[in-house]
């Protein structure tokens, strides 16, 4: 197999001085928190999750149990007894508190996937900043915030970085690993060492709006709901289009109503404030509109499709 000069010096790096992730507080229960918490555990990490109440927390682990047995169905189809082995493992690993401050105490990284808000993302940083150990890296899941704008509230930029899950995290092959311009060059490794040993690709990104897939993704996302707008076509028809005629998993109606609507506004009000010249960027009426109705997607039932009571 090829490899790139950049690689081999990355590997080389990668063997010599890296500190090793093995344990880590996931911030934040929801799907994203969950699905990060799930296949880093199963890759034989200590994960705590940490989230404002044991409600919360209670149904990521159950979200957890539910996913690991849809692993289970194809991983060891032909062996029940390995198969709840690897569960009953994975859920050992996993311990669940509402105490962040005491659950950064002795962990090497922690990685945060809490609500998309810049200064709660920074107070937050700001807050363990003062109780993790030196070693600790500390890592935003942001899906469009600038990285280096959480790590300033903190005294330790060049222990700081970005790592991007995709939604479903267990079936998504890629991780983003971002190095903002303050990230050392030790922490970008240990994350990029990390992002494989989870079984995932790695790509590094700099630090610019949607680092590489969100970049890309959300403009398009953001042009098909233009298109019906328009009246140029439905949104069955759109989403036909695109999973036949492109080959995508998914069309940008279900993946919008998947990944929920208010996370798209969000990502796109931003980066229209930064760049409000950019047409890329424009907000749409239609997309406002469902989110101040409060449809936010497969979440609640109802986005630009109805779906099932949740
Ligand atoms: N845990 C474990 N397994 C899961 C799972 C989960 N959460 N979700 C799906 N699966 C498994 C199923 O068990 C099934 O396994 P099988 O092939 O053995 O039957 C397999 O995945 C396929 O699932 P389904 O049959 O239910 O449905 P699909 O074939 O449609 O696949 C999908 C589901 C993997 C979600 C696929 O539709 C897909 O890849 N969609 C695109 C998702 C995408 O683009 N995500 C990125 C969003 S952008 C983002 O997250 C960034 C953020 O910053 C906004």
Known sequence: MKMFYSQIVRSMSTTVRMPQIKKLVVIGGGQMGAGIAQISAATG??????????????????????????VVMKKYADDAEKGKAFISETMS?????????S???????VLEAIVENLEIKRDLFKDLD??????????????????????SSTSRQDRFGG????????????????????TSQETFDSLYAWG???????????????????????????????????????MEDIDTAMKLGAGYPMGPFQLLDYVGLDTSKFIIAGWHEGDPN??????????????????????????FYKYGKK
């Open 93 to 101: 690993r996993i311990q669940t508190s509402t105490d962040t401050k």
């Open 130 to 151: 003062a109780v993790a150990p030196q070693h600790t890296i500390f890592a935003s899941n942001t899906s469009s915030l600038p990285i280096r704008e959480i790590a």
């Open 196 to 234: 494989q040993a989870l079984g995932k690709t790695v790509v590094s990104c700099k630090d610019t709006p949607g680092f590489l897939v969100n970049r890309l993704l959300v403009p398009y996302l953001l042009e098909a709901v233009r298109l019906y707008e328009r009246g140029d076509g439905s």
């Open 278 to 303: 950019n047409p890329l960027f424009n907000p749409s009426p239609l997309l406002d509109r469902l989110v101040a109705e409060g449809k936010l997607g497969v979440k609640t039932g109802e986005g």
């Open 103 to 109: 659950s950064v105490k002795d962990v090497d990284l």
């Open 45 to 70: 990490h200590n994960v705590i999750i940490c989230d404002v109440n044991d409600d919360v927390l209670k149904k990521s682990k159950a979200t957890i149990e539910k996913s690991l047995q849809r």
């Open 163 to 182: 790592v991007h899950f995709f939604n479903p995290v267990p079936m998504m092959k890629l991780v983003e690993v971002i190095k903002a311009p303050n």
